[in-house]
């Protein structure tokens, strides 16, 4: 794939359609600010797990945020892993971003919340 950041001078960042690695083990909150050497900024935590709408989620897993998800872990599924992803797209805040049909595996009413609060808000 070729990078588009040439073209616009600035940064990129793009969402697959295949969620990351399952069998790699980490926790929510370091699944959403994945990006090496990027300091944790907790307004801006908020506010992605917010529009990713994944409040509810992380609020019934044992350590919240803290919880090791993984093989070792706790099991999510595929419409979490999609939205841990729509999450760390928007807590990097990338001037552009490759979105590849990233409301798929969540239902009608979530896609429209996580468009609403993450791209459009």
Same mark, same amino acid.
């Given at each position: 794939?070729? &990078? #588009?950041? *040439?073209?616009f001078?600035?940064?990129?960042?793009?969402? *697959?359609? %295949?969620?990351?690695?399952?069998h790699?083990? &980490?926790?929510?909150?370091?699944?959403? /600010?994945?990006? =090496?050497?990027m *300091?944790? +900024?907790?307004e801006?935590y908020?506010?992605? #797990?917010?529009?990713?709408? !994944?409040? =509810? +989620?992380?609020?019934?897993? *044992?350590?919240?945020? !803290?919880?090791e998800?993984?093989? /070792?872990?706790?099991? #999510? &599924?595929?419409?979490?892993?999609?939205?841990?992803?729509?999450?760390?797209?928007?807590? %990097?805040? %990338?001037?552009?971003?490759?979105?590849?049909? =990233?409301? &798929?595996? #969540?239902? =009608?009413?979530?896609? !429209?919340?996580?468009? %609403? !609060?993450?791209?459009?808000g």
């Amino acid at each position: 794939m070729r &990078s #588009v950041a *040439p073209f616009f001078n600035t940064k990129t960042d793009r969402l *697959p359609r %295949q969620a990351r690695d399952k069998h790699r083990e &980490s926790t929510q909150k370091r699944e959403t /600010r994945f990006r =090496p050497g990027m *300091p944790y +900024d907790a307004e801006r935590y908020a506010a992605a #797990v917010e529009a990713a709408c !994944l409040a =509810p +989620d992380i609020a019934g897993m *044992p350590a919240g945020d !803290l919880t090791e998800i993984g093989e /070792r872990g706790t099991t #999510v &599924s595929g419409g979490q892993k999609a939205r841990i992803g729509f999450a760390r797209l928007l807590y %990097q805040q %990338q001037a552009v971003n490759i979105l590849d049909d =990233p409301y &798929s595996a #969540v239902d =009608p009413d979530v896609a !429209l919340e996580m468009h %609403q !609060l993450g791209l459009e808000g």
